[in-house]
């Protein structure tokens, strides 16, 4: 049986990662744009500006201090500016993604390159003309493309002014720039995506918000709940047509030992780390261990009188989902962490890691994929997988991820599996970074996901130049056989 006929091959990049061209084209600022590179063991950083006019930086998950607003300073380097520079290179990049077969292209559109505060009534024209030409060009190669409406970020006026997500206004302004886009795009793309990993969101970042605790938390995701809910409505009325999912980054967890406790804890772990999301947005309301768990911990969630009845009848067509790796969920209150993991897990002794410490496990996205088909019936998309490892470029120029493709094919195999063996309905597979661009957890270049290399360090310098790597015509060959020629 194999991958159906006209699955969706391709691969997937994010606009605070890529595409760059931060202040072209009548773009604003977004809080992506205040976050400085890292690395293995220096965390990125969020530079701000205090409420008497002190300029510091703080690490990028802790609190802003009350009144404190991004500040861009001029002598530090911020990887979102230029990333790998999408934004004038989109036709070679495209070009060179139709070379490699694809027939999808999972990317984002930067919220102030339409609404450049976030509040206007009217979109920048000339960034709805940017992604006019993007998409026209993937469609003239019959490549689909699949977006993700608000991938990482949030307009920095809104965050700064009206402390992001947690303030209800914004659900009116997201839903607002979902009217613009839908209806300019409305046949021109199909798929669309309402938030990027929502259950891995908190803080200033990725919420706008400057406080990190559960109460502040919550709100802000229950005002994202009731804004995708929206958005679905208001998509499938635009354009009936309309495939629009939700992206749940799905953190797959195994008990540590059969001891009782262990198999609670791995039921909580997949509770808080995936569940509750995508059952809000699945099934369209909150579940009842999430409400038991805001009485416990006193959270009281502000409701409008309709919401319910928004996210009841507001639930996604998709469910969208990264796999990079899996843990070990423990009741052992000294388990060491194992990097690259968000729950408190121990290290697998059945697995590898990669060089940045994650866990290889192929097998896992099988059972991650029956997990959610099991639980919820509704197609599934891998809309991320992929290593991130250091590239040697030779002396010939070549470069031989044979690494990258292993992990790839093992990982494709496992898709196959559950599709011919466990019956999951699975529509398409875009691995992570398909180009090279820049990490989101370390801001650094030196981690590689891509197929494409190009010319950039982890300081901005380079000169951009895309090659292909190995994996490049091995996947070529994957997706003209349909994923059935896996061999090197």
């Known amino acids: 049986m194999g991958f159906p006929q006209g699955f969706l091959w391709g691969g997937a990049t994010a606009a605070n990662q890529y595409e760059g061209g931060y202040n072209e084209g ?31 930086s703080i690490n990028r998950f802790e609190e802003l201090p009350d009144g404190a607003v991004g500040y861009l300073d001029p002598d530090t380097y911020y990887p979102s500016h230029v990333a790998t520079d999408f934004y004038h290179h989109y036709e070679e990049d495209i ?50 493309p ?45 798929y669309w ?39 679905v409505q208001l998509g499938h009325v635009i354009n009936p047509d309309f495939e629009i999912g939700m992206m749940v980054a799905y953190i797959l967890s195994y008990p540590e030992t059969c001891n009782p406790a262990d198999q609670q804890e791995d039921i ?48 996604v067509d998709y469910i969208g989902f990264s796999y990079y790796n899996s843990g070990v969920s ?28 994650w866990p290889i496990d192929p097998m896992g996205l099988r059972i991650a994929m029956n997990q959610l088909w099991d639980r919820y019936q509704l197609p599934l998309m891998v809309v991320e997988n992929g290593l991130g490892a250091k590239d040697t470029v030779e002396a010939d120029g070549s470069i031989n991820d044979d690494y990258r493709i292993d992990y790839l094919a093992d990982h494709i195999a496992e ?29 650094e270049m030196t981690k590689r996901y891509g197929m494409i290399y190009v010319d950039m360090d982890d300081k901005g310098n380079g000169n951009l130049k895309r090659s292909k790597k190995k994996s490049f015509d091995w996947y070529k060959k994957v997706i003209l056989s349909n994923g059935e020629d896996l061999s090197k």
């Open 415 to 443: 898709m196959k599996k559950s599709i011919e063996l466990d019956g999951v309905e699975l529509w398409g597979y875009t691995p992570w970074g398909c180009i090279d661009l820049v990490s989101a957890g370390t801001g």
């Open 95 to 144: 070009k060179l993604f139709a070379e490699m077969g694809f027939n999808s292209f999972r990317m984002s559109i930067s919220w102030t390159r339409i609404f450049p505060r976030g509040d206007e009534e009217q979109p920048n024209e000339e960034g709805l003309a940017f992604y006019d030409k993007v998409f026209d060009t993937c469609l003239s190669y019959n490549i689909e």
């Open 268 to 315: 909580d772990a997949a509770r808080n780390l995936k569940h509750f999301f995508c059952d809000v947005q699945c099934r369209g309301y909150y579940p009842s261990y999430k409400l038991a768990e805001f009485e416990r911990k006193g959270i009281v969630i502000k409701k409008e009188p309709y919401d319910d009845e928004i996210l009841f009848n507001g639930t």
């Open 193 to 231: 995506m309402t938030f990027n990993e929502i259950n891995l969101l908190n803080g200033y970042t990725t919420l706008g918000c400057r406080k990190t605790d559960d109460q502040t938390r919550y709100q802000a995701l229950h005002h994202m709940f009731v804004a995708s809910a929206q958005a």
């Open 26 to 56: 009548g773009r604003g600022l977004a809080t992506s744009d205040v976050i400085t590179d890292g690395n293995m063991t220096t965390p990125r950083r969020i530079t701000i500006k205090l409420k008497d006019g002190t300029l510091t």
């Open 146 to 190: 699949i977006v993700t409406i608000c991938h990482f970020d949030v307009p920095k006026f809104l965050a700064d002014e009206m402390d992001g997500w947690s303030d209800r206004r914004v659900v009116d302004y997201y839903v607002n720039y979902c009217d613009a886009i839908f209806k300019r795009y409305k046949n021109k793309v199909k």
């Open 330 to 357: 423990t009741s052992r209150k000294d388990a060491e962490t194992t990097d690259g993991n968000v729950a408190r897990v121990v290290k697998s002794k059945y697995l590898k890691e990669s060089e940045w410490g």
